[in-house]
């Protein structure tokens, strides 16, 4: 049996499968003292449907091998906004204008970020302007 994962853990295993197929500004907001929502979103871009499909699938597979199933999924087969909800953390994957136009940073303003790199996380936790 596998180890269970707390929430943060598994927004940034989420954040860094998005990057192992070149998703870029992987951001994680923390959600949990501003909104029952969820604890946490994970949100990254893509350059085109195929590339937002192909992270889409890269976090529901490498997810799945780590023991989670999203409780719902849509947006897989349009590919422009994909949303992956794990009830604790929710997973959205946008093509960027598409990001830009519903600017979920914007909206969520009051919550901590994380920048996902490759090179790691952030060390930055500045709240989201």
């Known amino acids: ?56 699938n890269a976090i529901v597979d490498g997810l799945n091998e780590a023991g989670y199933k999203p409780y719902h999924k849509e947006g897989m087969n349009e590919g422009n906004w994909i949303l992956l909800d794990y009830i604790d953390v929710v997973v959205h994957v946008f093509l960027e204008p598409t990001r830009r136009f519903y600017a979920l940073e914007k909206l969520w303003g009051d919550a901590e970020v994380e920048q996902l790199a490759d090179e790691g996380v952030s060390t930055s936790k500045a709240k989201n302007e």
Do not use: N
């Open 1 to 56: 049996m596998k180890k269970k994962l707390s929430p943060l853990a598994l927004a940034r295993l989420a954040g860094q499968l998005a990057l192992t197929k070149k998703g870029f500004d992987v951001r994680i907001l923390k959600l949990e003292s501003i909104s029952s929502v969820c604890d946490y979103f994970v949100i990254a871009s893509g350059e085109a449907d195929v590339h937002t499909k192909a992270l889409g």
